[in-house]
């Protein structure tokens, strides 16, 4: 991929697939590395690396434009200012050139070029299927709440790691069905609109176009982001709190509706929203407190012993 003489590298677990990144800088590696702290193999990989990304340091104009994403076939191409980068599911591979506004900054690496190169392949290589919903562990079973941008996924999030839960994720989980079920988080900072954040400064990032506060919720636990068991709770907007029964097909019905980027891989995500949808899912109608709603969830599914 890159022609690289010497270069550094670190492997990952990276959802459970072995995973390795190569860079030209020990520095850039560093950066790189800091953003995935949770899954450094301290270990030798028991297998060869199923993804390999190669990073190369560049230069460009500190204009901090963000990248524009294509995906042609099995490739996925990033291009922006002094970003020039594609992984490849055929493969397995991917490379970027990541310019020097970058090259300095975890987090800023990490959402604009590396977390894309590694997501797009471990969906499309490591068969980790993505789905649009926040994750929230809960008596060791990963609660999946589901529903369109706007629905209130963020905010359920934050509620609830301010009960002291577990966030798998606000905003995406990845479902594995071989070996055996299991659902993956990926530990990123919360996003939700500045009023709904908690007191205090926070950055301030663009997601889907509008402007988000940023919560880093994901230093509060061991390093466990997954699941064997799940329980579909689909998010509905109402003039009262309550929490129904729904059917399997309902269920996926509300799964199939896929925003922009989850429809990529469309076969892959009918047959996890089949096998999410096989666990008795249920409704949450939410009013307007996300704390109240949180609350209710967790009470109204263990006084019906729904989680053990």
Known sequence: MLPMTKGWSRHLTLLDVPTVIITDDPALLTTACAAYADWISVEPLAAEPGIELRLERGSSPTRRVSASIRVEGSRLILA??????????????????????LADDAEALSAEIVDTLLLFLLARTGRRTPVHASGVMWNGTALVLAGPSGSGKSTLALAAAERGLRILSDDTLYVQLEPGFRIWGFPRPIHVFAKDAPPGQ?????????????????????????????KLVVL?????????????????ASLSRLDAGFDLLSEASAVAARALADAQPVALT?????????????EQLGAAGQIL
């Open 236 to 252: 509905r907007r109402g003039d009262r709190l309550s929490l129904d029964a729904i059917t399997r097909d309902e269920a996926i």
């Open 286 to 298: 939410l009013e307007t407190d996300p704390r109240r709603a949180i609350d209710f969830l967790v």
């Open 202 to 230: 926070h950055a301030v990032r663009l997601r889907g176009g509008k402007e988000k506060s940023v919560i880093d919720l994901h230093r509060q636990g061991n390093g466990e982001w997954s699941a064997t068991r799940a």
């Open 80 to 101: 922006g200012d002094g970003i020039d980068g594609e992984a490849d599911a055929a493969t397995g591979r991917a490379r970027c050139t990541v310019p020097d506004w």
